[in-house]
């Protein structure tokens, strides 16, 4: 069964950038695209980027397009998120996932199951 653990979290200034990585392991990372996704206290959890299994495509929330860029190592299964210029709003919980589908990707009642994630918190 595949586990992924994110990292990379923290406490950061507003305007300020972090950079979250997702590790892979217990099955084939090549097979899948990866989503990175967050929940902020009270709120539902939401899509903020995919990227397919090559690293050819990428899609975003509007909320993030622009500020946020996903990549991938295949070689080190690991997805990353890197943050630009960060804004309260941004301040969650941010999960990565794993679909056999980049169309689907997005979707986040398609997963049952999640990590542990990692809080990012935005704040002066």
């Known amino acids: 069964q595949a586990q992924l653990v994110e990292s990379g979290g923290g406490l950061v200034l507003p305007g300020g950038s972090l950079r979250l990585s997702c590790q892979y392991s217990?099955?084939?990372?090549?097979?899948?695209?990866m989503g990175w996704f967050r929940k902020a206290p009270g709120k539902e959890r939401e899509f903020v980027a995919g990227i397919n299994w090559a690293g050819s495509k990428t899609s975003y929330s509007d909320s993030v397009k622009d500020r946020f860029t996903v990549s991938r190592d295949n070689a080190k299964n690991t997805v990353f998120l890197q943050m630009t210029n960060l804004r309260p709003e941004d301040t969650a919980v941010y999960y990565c996932?794993?679909?056999?589908?980049?169309?689907?990707?997005?979707?986040?009642?398609?997963?049952?199951?999640w990590g542990q994630g990692t809080q990012v918190t935005v704040s002066a």
């Open positions: 996932n794993a679909d056999p589908t980049f169309k689907t990707v997005s979707i986040v009642a398609r997963f049952g199951a």
């Open positions: 217990g099955g084939s990372f090549n097979n899948y695209a």
